[in-house]
């Protein structure tokens, strides 16, 4: 039992016109959509953000992007700043996606800086780590969880840091439907909550959610989030249908 409250968001990667994100959310907002005791955020592509956020206007669900630039404007052909995803309403962002990383080279000293531009922005970061199955097997998973970490919360200061949510996404369980075992990811769970303690002090590091991200499904998230420090999830494939995406919420009203 702890007093952050739980939150899922979707990630929905690159799926869904703009008007299939229409008639998801509508089924998300009529299933959950007046609950309170669980955040509840999706993050649809670009292309969608404006006829999701209208569908979930008035309801408590949350409108996050899955990307940005840390510039606020500029000759930056194919890329959204922070201001314009403010423009459309959006409160969330996740940054330093593993897909990202690996598939479009983004750096720790980059996701930094899209980190601050989202804050100074008032959107709330949702910042991704994780290992890949190599680093796991080679005995790295907390090293490289340590520096991804801390290099992409450089320079956040303790005000700022409540506002930041991290997601843990093991990259070897993301799509795979290998999920990490309740031991595997409360490890790293309570690792990232011993590092946010050691740099921003007790208080603080209570009040940051951490997600667990990677095949998280109906079936295994009552187990993953009845852990101490899994705050929540970040889901890829289960947030595409409503039904999946809302027994997920319920499963996270229900472990509170
Ligand atoms: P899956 O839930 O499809 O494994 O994706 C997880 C993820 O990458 C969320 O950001």
């Keep these: 039992m702890s007093s952050r409250k739980k939150l899922i968001a979707g990630n929905w990667k690159m799926n869904k016109t703009s008007a299939e994100a229409t008639a998801l959310v509508t089924d998300v907002v009529t299933a959950v959509g007046k609950l309170t005791d669980v955040d509840i955020v999706v993050c649809p592509p670009f292309t969608a953000l404006e006829s999701a956020g209208k569908a979930l206007a008035d309801s408590n669900i949350r409108l996050g992007a899955q990307n940005m630039h840390p510039e606020a404007t500029g000759a930056y052909t194919g890329e959204i700043s922070a201001g314009m995803l403010r423009a459309l309403f959006a409160t969330y962002v996740i940054l330093?996606?593993?897909?990202?990383?690996?598939?479009?080279?983004?750096t720790d000293a980059f996701i930094n800086q899209k980190v601050h531009a989202a804050l100074k922005n008032q959107l709330k970061p949702i910042l991704c780590v994780g290992e890949s199955l190599a680093e796991r097997e080679g005995g790295s998973t907390l090293k490289v969880v340590q520096t991804q970490l801390?290099?992409?919360?450089?320079?956040?200061?303790k005000d700022q840091v409540s506002s930041v949510?991290?997601?843990?996404?093991?990259?070897w369980a993301i799509g795979t439907g290998k999920v990490a075992t309740t031991d595997q990811a409360q490890e790293v769970h309570a690792f990232i909550r011993g590092l946010l303690t050691k740099n921003f002090g007790e208080a603080i590091a209570q009040k940051v959610r951490i997600l667990y991200g990677g095949s998280m499904k109906p079936a295994n998230a009552p187990d993953l989030l009845a852990q101490k420090d899994i705050d929540g999830g970040l889901i890829g494939g289960a947030s595409l249908e409503a039904r999946s995406f809302v027994e997920l919420v319920n499963a996270a009203a229900a472990a509170k």
């Design 150 to 157: 801390e290099a992409g919360l450089e320079g956040v200061g």
């Design 96 to 106: 330093g996606h593993s897909e990202r990383r690996a598939l479009f080279a983004e």
């Design 165 to 171: 949510v991290i997601a843990y996404e093991p990259v």
